[in-house]
């Protein structure tokens, strides 16, 4: 029989009611079917404060350490989690950005105003070359947004000439000129974002008329084939969806969705590492509704492909909180906690559990804004710290390619009753989320995130279909819930080994500490 019990916090706003402290969990490691799309853990870096310039980049004469103008130790640890896919320029700044501007010599490449982040003075000295070359050495795929908001159908359809012709083209020979002789390996392109809003305010109707009229000029050049995607919708606009299903059907490869975890719209979003015991909870809450926002997004893409040809890109989403005392407003500077690694983990066991249909997701944004992998000082010879969310990503690179197992869980819960100050939400927690797949090498790979503040779990896996041998593993915690990394103490959070699991006749069982997530691998 399984022991009740409840812990009671500030009931006036919140109500957790948890059950047992255990967990048993089956994995079926003969029943995998879906391969877990490595582009799933991909990047976002837009032009939006410190993302591009000083963040990934300082150019060749910068006194910070630098390899061609990307900042080295940026790069390196970018290597380190083998990014995917990096998706560029934006964002909002994607539909005022002329790619022409931002190619040639960088002495004589004009400036521009970033009139939708903070109405920053850009050199455009990070352009296409700078972009196309960055991806090709971390061996990522690039995703680069078009511009549909104000540029023209003759602009975009030059960009791709440029990006991916092999001919003796007008474009192409331009991009010979800027030292480029083989065009580069460009698959992704979408086809403007958030046409909603800040790509241009327009109707779903409108905006489905002009991504077909686009995208018919965004040609295949030689061996190349463009993945074209669709801008989506943001969060619960489900109508955006199905009018794109209904005009644009299968002439898309790809249809985009934003989600954040954000509080409030306004100016007061809360801090992110000043928060209490509710805030966090109500967070993790916000956090995995993006599960029942999928659910219906797929849905109504189901009546029109059953057969799941077009995918659903998730190329924003992630943690946003009010900017940093003393940063410049507008650039959406951060600090990022447990709190934010937490949420990392949750979404990314929900995107694996609909690689069906999920074929790319994109945490806004890799470096200086919102949930980022890093931060940097670009100050004197400049520092960089790895945030929480950044080790989330590293533990879970065995996941990339991997078959997706089937899991049943019998676990505890907790109940999170919101009221009018936290948008009202109304759901069960649950206090260990997980997930596990098969490697290309047979092992199995395992995440488990224990979101209770205050209680372990015991937690039983049972292996059904495997023959295990042995089982290792990282962790990440902290001694708080808002703790995270500055420059001045880098690792107060990082992972390390996880030696409490042991394995017995298929069955592993592990005690999971209370704020923690691990990451097993069981051969």
Known sequence: MIKKLSVILLATAFSFNAAAQDAVI?????????KINKEIYGQFAEHLGSC???GLWVGPYSKIPNTQGYRTDVFN?????????????GGCFADEYHWQDGIGPRSQRPKMQNNNWGGTIEDNSFGTNEFLNLCEMLGAEPYISGNVGSGTVEELAKWVEYMTSDGDTPMANLRRKNGREKSWNVKYLGVGNESWGCGGNMRPEYYADLFRRYSTYCRNYDNHRLYRIASGASDYDYNWTKVLMDRVGNRMAGLSLHYYTVKDWSSHKGSATNFDNQEYYWTISKALQIEDVIKKHCAIMDEKDPDKHIGLLVDEWGTWWDEEPGTIRGHLYQQNSMRDAMVAALSLNVFQRHTDRIKMAN????????????????VGTGHMVLTPTYYVFKMYRGFQDATHLPIGVKEDSINVTGNKMFKAVDKKVPMVSASAAKQKDGSIIVSLANTSLDKAQEVELNLEGANAKNV??????SKNISDYNDFAHPDVIKEVAFTDAKLKKNVVKAKIPAKSIVVLNIK
């Open 26 to 34: 089956t994995i079926h490691a003969d029943q995998g079917k879906y």
């Open 52 to 54: 591009i310039y000083g």
């Open 77 to 89: 640890a970018l290597k380190e989690l083998k990014v995917p896919v990096l998706r560029w320029p």
């Open 363 to 378: 945490i806004a944004q890799v470096v200086n804004v919102l949930q980022s992998m890093i931060l940097t000082d670009t």
């Open 472 to 477: 290792s593993g990282n962790i990440l915690t």
